[in-house]
């Protein structure tokens, strides 16, 4: 997927890019706006060495959006189904196996999030600015 915004921060090899809200989000809901928002800021790899005021084109891959999802969504349900084999095996006691499924559920969002801090700047799951659209204008010239 690919966003035009503009750089309105520089962070190392990473830009903050400010997206506006297209009329097409509203109906969705997928993304990261927040239903009131009229842009979001997001943080993508700045290989084009793009400035502050910047106009950009960030892309996203789409194999990330697919493995979040994975690990966000399919992981807990496997989780869940391991708790209840281990319930019907070993303990026989339904309420264990809510339990369990609560313990392993709130165990690998906790794993997850040590991942996220881990995989947030990896190219699969970050945003880059591909070009540069307009370069902002000095005062001086």
């Known amino acids: 997927m690919k966003e035009k915004g503009v750089v309105t921060a520089l962070n190392g090899k990473f830009a903050v890019v400010k997206v506006d809200k297209r009329d097409e989000c509203s109906k969705c809901g997928m993304c990261l706006f927040p239903k009131n ?3 979001v800021d997001f943080n993508a790899k700045n290989g084009v060495f793009a400035k502050v005021g910047d106009e950009v084109i960030i892309e996203t891959q789409k194999d990330g959006k697919l493995e979040g999802a994975l690990l966000a969504f399919l992981v807990p349900l496997l989780l ?7 319930t019907y095996i070993f303990i026989h006691v339904e309420i264990w196996m809510l339990i369990l499924s609560v313990i392993f559920v709130l165990l690998w969002y ?10 947030k700047n990896s190219l699969s799951f970050c945003p880059i600015i591909v070009s540069v659209i307009n370069k902002e204008k000095n005062e001086d010239e």
């Open 37 to 39: 928002a009229s842009s």
């Open 80 to 86: 869940i189904g391991l708790s209840a084999v281990i």
């Open 110 to 119: 906790t794993i997850l999030a040590v991942i996220d801090k881990k995989l």
